[in-house]
């Protein structure tokens, strides 16, 4: 038996191979399920099916996508210009931050001017956190990896440092902010439930994504860039610019989806904002295989996870890390599993051994 | 102002102590050629697994041991993911931390789910008394032992050279007769254990006990400093101490009248914004090994 390249792969095959990378992610996931003293299907049932069959459970997975569209869009456009922004987390927390500096300082402007005001606020909240690394990276070409990292925690640290000074409730005492003017509201879509205009912004943003991506030559340039740099810019594309470019729009992505948060849910800044988000992004930008229509597609399945997650420690006590310990095992199969498409397995006996042949 | 020039020089050893040991894990990994975005995951796991062993049977040892152990898995899975599956060493790396942060933190839950804060006993300090040299044994170790032994390793021994040939061109390595993927995987595991050790220096030799979020960015501190080291031992090192001062300084001027006024949160974000202005200064134009981020296959 060996194994060997593909020389072709036929259409089948990718969508088998994530079939079997959610087989395998069951499996394994089934053992820590069972020594929370949970019934396996029945944690998987409340994870993927029960969220999705009320009206309740379907607008509270939406709302929980919301902010992994936003953090998954910022992540798979950077990626996928060879630009590897793992501070997603901490744009968001800074485009979190920087929308409620209106929402607190102008809290009596009207609807029509505060949404803007504040959304704005977050997208240039956002992008500036992402600034310096893509500068640095830009003239100095220091790798973006670590100084988008290391700017995550400091992130969460001013936003905290913001709420134990500043921002400190005036009421309460204690570290969240106070709530902004009335006008600082994402309306319902529907009266009455939560599920927010965010949502609908973050659809806009992936379709904008989606047709950049696949119809115009910067999609094209983009994806030259990220695949192929060395070729990208002998055939001129200026691969620097276009990754600087899309680390600004990265951040602002998502910083955008910090403020929508804080906007359509919280209605205050708290510490605990983000939860994760950021990291998340990531996994939902590499499962979504960097497409826009992907991110969608796994922000959705994440969300649902994340009721269920919710659900599942309510009524089977599983603690909600289980959720994570799912996602990223998903990933790290999905990937897995997908790297092995390339080869085939070749069961039969090895032809004679050319001189020096190898074994293997 | 009396200056406490050695209560700040003994805790940035002390601070420096479980950078030294993720940092020259992180070095090993690199030197082959593989970026292990894993390493918060592995010191998160190499704390709790540590912290978990010494709860349950009283024993210290155990409480390394199990450590140990859990860096060694934590490396080979990074190795299957990277070196035998040659999946994007980014998203397996974060994938990894992901997951390995959620099973400890899982674990946790289930055990301690009362949220009675479990403590443990811990490694005392050398040479009690205080003082520059009243250190913990893996400090000691980090310093003496592990920093010259892994720089005469790298340099000298034939190990050494063959990771190093691996992690510049592994196309060459593989043509002189070295196996790629297994000088790898020593790399990786090798490495992932001495980033769980550096994790358990936090529960087992620091606090006596596990909290959420106890590695708090350490892992992507270290690799910050395997950049700024330029991937050679004692630079590592230096780069570890250079954090260490800072943070040893904003604990000591945290407790300062003069700087009471200063938000707690500035000083703690001190010395991750000196990391950065660090690599800004002295990070620009490095070389890296010449398959960073590259898996190998044979053409």
């Not at chain 1, 395998?24 to 993927?48: S, W």
Request: with cysteine; hydrophobic share 55%; aromatic share 8%.
């Amino acid at each position: 038996m060996r194994v060997l390249l593909r020389a072709r792969e036929s259409r089948w095959l990718a969508p088998a191979a994530v079939a079997i990378a959610v087989l395998v992610t069951l499996l394994l996931t089934a053992g820590p399920i069972r020594l929370a003293g949970a019934n396996p299907v029945a944690a998987y049932q409340r994870y993927l099916v029960t969220p999705l069959t009320t009206i309740g459970g379907l607008n509270e997975v939406l709302l929980a996508s919301t902010p992994l569209i936003f953090t998954g869009l910022a992540v798979a456009i950077a990626f996928r210009v060879g630009y590897y922004n793992i501070g997603a987390e901490g744009q968001f927390l800074a485009g979190a931050a920087a929308a409620t500096v209106p929402g607190l300082y102008l809290a009596d402007a009207p609807a029509a001017v505060a949404l803007p005001l504040a959304l704005g606020a977050g997208a240039i909240g956002g992008t500036a956190w992402g600034f310096v690394p893509a500068w640095l990276k830009r003239h100095a070409h220091i790798d973006e990896v670590v100084t988008t990292l290391l700017l995550n925690p400091v992130a969460l640290l001013m936003v905290q440092g913001l709420l134990n000074g500043p921002w400190r409730n005036s009421e309460s005492g204690f570290p969240d902010s106070d709530r902004y003017g009335a006008g600082y509201t994402l309306p319902a879509i529907v009266e009455g439930t939560r599920t927010h205009w965010g949502f609908l912004i973050a659809l806009v943003l992936v379709a904008i994504t989606f047709v950049v991506m696949s119809f115009t030559p910067l999609g094209l340039r983009l994806k030259a860039a990220g695949q192929a740099p060395a070729a990208a810019r002998f055939s001129g594309i200026p691969v620097s610019r276009l990754q600087w470019r899309c680390a600004l729009v990265s951040g602002g992505v998502a910083g955008l989806g910090g403020a929508v948060q804080v906007l359509g849910v919280q209605h205050q800044l708290t510490g605990g904002i983000s939860s994760g988000y950021g990291y998340t992004g990531v996994v939902i930008a590499a499962l979504g295989g960097l497409t826009a229509g992907g991110v969608l597609l796994v922000a959705l399945l994440l969300g649902t996870m994340t009721v269920g997650a919710q659900n599942a420690s309510i009524t089977l006590q599983l603690p909600t890390q289980m959720g994570t310990i799912v996602s990223s095992t998903l990933l790290l199969a999905v990937v897995s599993v997908l790297s092995l498409r390339h080869y085939r397995l070749v069961f039969r006996r090895r032809p004679r051994a050319v001189e020096g042949g190898e074994a293997s | 102002m009396n200056f406490p020039l050695f209560a700040i020089l003994a805790a940035t050893l002390t601070i420096a102590t479980p950078l030294v040991w993720a940092a020259l894990g992180a070095v090993i990994n690199e030197r082959a050629g593989v970026l292990n975005l894993g390493i918060e995951g592995t010191m998160y796991a190499g704390a709790f697994c540590g912290f978990l062993a010494t709860a349950m049977s009283g024993s210290l040892w155990f409480g390394v041991a199990a450590a140990l152990v859990s860096g060694l898995l934590a490396g080979a899975l990074m190795a299957l993911l990277t070196v035998t599956l040659g999946v994007n060493q980014h998203v397996a790396g974060i994938g990894t931390t992901l997951l390995l942060v959620a099973v400890c933190n899982f674990t946790n839950r289930l055990l301690f789910s009362d949220g009675s804060q479990t403590t443990t006993e811990k490694f005392d300090r050398l040479l009690p008394g205080g003082g520059l040299l009243s250190q913990y044994p893996m400090t000691y170790v980090a310093f003496l032992i592990l920093a010259p032994a892994l720089w005469w390793v790298l340099r000298s021994s034939g190990f050494g050279l063959r990771l190093r040939a691996v992690g510049e061109n592994p196309e060459a390595a593989d043509a002189a007769g070295i196996p790629v993927a297994k000088t790898r995987y020593a790399a990786l595991i090798l490495g992932g254990a001495l980033m769980a050790l550096g994790g358990s220096f936090l529960t087992l030799s620091l606090l006596g006990s596990f909290t959420i979020d106890i590695v708090s960015g350490r892992g992507w501190i270290c690799i910050a400093l395997v950049i700024f080291g330029r991937w050679q031992v004692w630079p590592v090192v230096g780069g570890a101490l250079l954090f260490a001062v800072a943070d040893a300084l904003q604990l000591q001027l945290a407790i300062t009248p003069l700087f009471s006024d200063v938000p707690n949160e500035v000083l703690i974000a001190f010395p991750y914004l000196v990391v950065i202005l660090a690599l800004a200064i002295w990070g620009r134009g490095v070389r890296y090994p010449g398959a960073y981020l590259k898996p190998y296959r044979r053409a």
